[in-house]
């Protein structure tokens, strides 16, 4: 029978399958758990659920607290310099300070489509569109969203990813 981890991942025939369909590794599970303490803190702290947090550092590096992208995005949430250098102060290689200012990147991007775009999107959408803003940028975003919106009578999350650049997707 199935049964849901705690640390999110769901038991398929005594395999861990993450969200993909994956199988987790062991040595995954292990740094899953190592890190759950920063995660609940940033959940904590900032208001996100730790699922979704776990889900972004599983997504964007395999909780790889050395993993830099060939963009320059460091460390387990890959965040990226002009972020980590600038109004997110951290060191990218620190697990805790990347947690947290990985998912407080989410949340002021969360927060600023929410505001941007009032009632244009389902609730789903905003996250969905959150997490593009993260991988893209909100500036690639706001431009996805302005292309989708001069070529589609309705919009939604799926239509304007569709207008971002391919390796964010």
Known sequence: PNSTQGNGAVTLNS????????????????????????????SNVIGLPDYLIK???MTESGFDTTAVSGAGAAGIMQIM???YKGVYKH???????NILAGTRIFKN??????????????EEDYWALAMGAYNAGPTALDKAISKAAKNNKNIDAAT???YLPAETR
């Open 15 to 42: 395999s861990l399958i993450d969200h993909t369909g994956k199988a987790i590794g062991q040595t995954t599970l292990s740094k899953i758990q190592q890190y759950t303490p920063a995660i609940k803190a940033a």
């Open 55 to 57: 889900a972004i550092a």
């Open 81 to 83: 310099p002009s972020n």
């Open 91 to 97: 060191n990218p290689n620190d697990p805790n300070q």
């Open 109 to 122: 991007n969360l927060d600023a489509i929410k505001k941007k775009y009032p009632g244009k999107f389902v």
């Open 160 to 162: 304007v990813a569709k």
